[in-house]
T-cell receptor
Framework: GAVVSQHPSWVICKSGTSVKIECRSLDFQATTMFWYRQFPKQSLMLMATSNEGSKATYEQGVEKDKFLINHASLTLSTLTVTSAHPEDSSFYIC?????????????FGPGTRLTVL | GNSVTQMEGPVTLSEEAFLTINCTYTATGYPSLFWYVQYPGEGLQLLLKATKADDKGSNKGFEATYRKETTSFHLEKGSVQVSDSAVYFCALKKSSGDKLTFGTGTRLAVRP
């Protein structure tokens, strides 16, 4: 149990286009989802925290107009990178969290590698 | 603020060697501590955790003990395998639902 999927697993796009990444909790309802960005050989940087039905909370330095996050349901959150540029190329990872008897930790998706040409 | 410091890698070991990856933290109160593992091309998987002082987390032969007095959570394994080659992240969380604060990760390479 506690499986989180991401789609797509990798994407290549042209500079200036927008890319949407989906994060789904497959067998549990996630009240909170987190989006991370990972640079090569570096740690994960938290970008934003989203709670179902409310606006995402962005970390300092993260452009909310560039990285649009929607958490429309308890099993789906999306990250849209708008007007992508080569410097947005990175590995994006989501995690899902729900508090309860069975689960009280974050479960991570497999990540999405974005390459902007 | 909260922070996690890990030893820099990469760490290269021969199969069956003993592994230690150091992790120290800075936080107020009593955070929960975690070790995550990331295999090549994959996302993070929880390896083990400890939620209070003196707790020992263990999984797949790995162990880490929550040391409040030294603010440490070092990861150990008595005999590593080639399949343990991955990046290991130490992390802390202040409370349920709070965000995780990660260390920079330590890459482990195990030679046959």
């Amino acid at each position: 149990g506690a499986v989180v999927s991401q789609h797509p697993s990798w994407v290549i796009c042209k500079s200036g286009t927008s890319v949407k990444i989906e994060c789904r909790s497959l067998d549990f309802q996630a009240t909170t989802m987190f989006w991370y960005r990972q640079f090569p050989k570096q740690s994960l940087m938290l970008m934003a925290t989203s709670n179902e039905g409310s606006k995402a909370t962005y970390e300092q330095g993260v452009e909310k107009d560039k990285f649009l996050i929607n958490h429309a349901s308890l099993t789906l959150s999306t990250l849209t990178v708008t007007s992508a540029h080569p410097e947005d190329s990175s590995f994006y990872i989501c995690s899902a969290y729900t508090q309860g008897d069975r689960y009280n930790e974050q479960f991570f998706g497999p990540g999405t590698r974005l390459t902007v040409l | 603020g909260n922070s996690v410091t890990q030893m820099e890698g990469p760490v290269t070991l021969s199969e069956e060697a003993f592994l230690t990856i150091n992790c120290t933290y800075t936080a107020t109160g009593y955070p929960s501590l975690f070790w995550y593992v990331q295999y090549p091309g994959e996302g993070l998987q929880l390896l083990l955790k400890a939620t209070k002082a003196d707790d020992k987390g263990s999984n797949k032969g790995f162990e880490a003990t929550y040391r409040k007095e030294t603010t440490s959570f070092h990861l150990e394994k008595g005999s590593v395998q080639v399949s343990d080659s991955a990046v290991y992240f130490c992390a802390l969380k202040k409370s349920s639902g709070d965000k995780l604060t990660f260390g920079t990760g330590t890459r482990l390479a195990v030679r046959p």
